[in-house]
């Protein structure tokens, strides 16, 4: 069963404006999903439907079976989130902070403070003032927060903006390792097509409210029938590319091969043709060339 199921959803703000427009897709349990788009693509609002903060016009959310918009307090409490910039208390401790938050949602457990502390990497800055805090503390602060109620799902809503390249780096560790030891269920809304790709297994890209794609991170996986040619000889495999009915990209270098054709095949031509092959591999598109494709940008 899908822990998180998003079903046709669609959002029309007040002024008119389609924030999304018969949204779909299934979050499994343990997988790693990344939501992409172009600002103002609806990510925002679909994080906002999901944790029952907007409401929809049509369509709903379920998680672990319950749905956000009939059943809210059952739906998000498999949920836990990092949406939008995190508030502490700058005055308080971060032992202090999420005391005080935890008691806003009538929840608190000491043992398991200490524990989701220990795993943030926190627990012997916990009786500092979060004023002292660096922004990556910050957010580890909050994933703490998020965790405490030993969530199901983890919904991240840009969570490394603002953070250096270590602590980018860091925070990526903490979630994948969350995933491996726990099975954490995360969606993940980001701008960095490098964090989507080194985390994700699978992404959803939006473009002005619609779904554009739903499947495997693309660069994950070769182009079937795309090889790409190093040579010294371009003219000559040009030549001998466009004899076996196959053609090469002067600029790209990729050569994109007709059902009928094989890889080792039209190697193999290329080299009966005196070619010089310094390299000849299956393409893997990065996922900026798939995903600035796919919104047209
Ligand atoms: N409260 C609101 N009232 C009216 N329109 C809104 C509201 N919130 C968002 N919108 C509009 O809805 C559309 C989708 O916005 P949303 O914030 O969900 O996009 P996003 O993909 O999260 O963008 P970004 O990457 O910039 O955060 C945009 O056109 C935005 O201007």
Request: aromatic fraction near 6%; charge should be neutral.
């Amino acid at each position: 069963m899908a822990l998180l199921e998003v079903r046709n959803l669609t959002k029309r703000w007040p002024d008119g404006r389609l924030a999304l427009d018969d949204v779909s897709f299934e979050l499994r349990q343990g997988e790693i999903l990344g939501l992409l788009g172009h600002n103002g693509a609806g990510k925002s609002t679909l994080l906002g439907i999901t944790l029952g903060m907007v409401r929809p016009d049509e369509g709903e959310v379920r998680i672990a079976g319950h749905s956000v918009q009939q059943a809210r307090a059952a739906a998000v409490s498999h949920v836990g989130a990092i949406y939008e910039a995190a508030h502490f208390y700058d005055y308080l401790t971060g032992w202090q902070n999420l005391r005080v938050l935890c008691s806003l949602s009538g929840w608190w457990d000491e043992e398991e403070a200490r524990r989701v502390l220990k795993l943030v990497n926190l627990a012997d800055r916990a009786s500092h003032k979060t004023k002292t805090y660096s922004h990556g503390m910050r957010q580890r602060l909050a994933l703490a927060q998020a965790l405490l109620p030993r969530p199901k799902c983890l919904l991240l809503d840009e969570p490394t903006d603002g953070l250096d390249p270590e602590g980018i780096r860091e925070f990526r560790e903490f979630i994948l390792r969350l995933r491996s030891d726990f099975g954490m269920t995360i969606l993940l809304n980001s701008h960095l097509l490098a964090e989507v790709e080194q985390m994700c297994d699978r992404c959803v890209i939006l473009k002005q409210g619609r779904k554009m794609y739903e499947g495997p991170v693309p660069s994950r996986e070769n182009k079937q029938g795309v090889y790409h040619l190093q040579t010294r000889d371009t003219a000559k495999a040009k030549e001998a590319i466009a004899r076996a009915g196959a053609m090469m990209d002067a600029v790209t270098s990729l050569v994109e091969l007709p059902p009928h054709l094989v890889g080792h095949d039209l190697l193999k031509t290329l080299v009966e043709a005196g070619v010089r092959v310094d390299s000849w591999q299956p393409h893997k598109p990065t996922l900026e060339e798939f995903y600035l494709g796919m919104t047209g940008a």
